[in-house]
């Protein structure tokens, strides 16, 4: 996603009241519908979300790769700015090598494996066929996990 007058207003005041002097910074909406953004940003409000997923293709196709240490405003699905984080660990393997804690940090359904590979598998295939291209589970993914930095109320 772009960056926009609303993300760059909350960088500014994340950097301003931390004294953070980062000039980059991501903008990332979760899931595919606005539905989806706004329920998957409120699990990272709550603090059960603390990892994501994607297919490394999506980054070779131009979005930009995560970084250790880099910052993501996430908006919901408007558009509109919910809090920032910073990843903390990146890990690079197969989508099907999820393993139960990263299914559990990830928030979503009843947080197991089995649940987590089984939504994935469903919404990269629904990307794939758009996008049109073969999907499969052996696809290779990055796995991120982050902390909420800003704002303060909803920091790890």
Known sequence: MDRTLLTDD???RFCS????????YDVVAFGRATQSEAKLAQLVIAGR???TVNLMRNYEAGEPLPVIG?????????GNPICIWQTIELRLGPLNSVDEQFAYDEGEGDQTCEWWLAAHCQEFAAEAATRG?????TMEAVFERFRVVWPPEVAD
């Open 133 to 137: 291209y073969e999907f499969d589970d």
């Open 10 to 12: 909350m960088w500014r």
């Open 17 to 24: 009241a931390t004294g953070v002097s980062h000039e980059t």
């Open 70 to 78: 880099g910052y993501v405003v996430t908006v919901d699905g408007d």
């Open 49 to 51: 979300k603390r990892a």
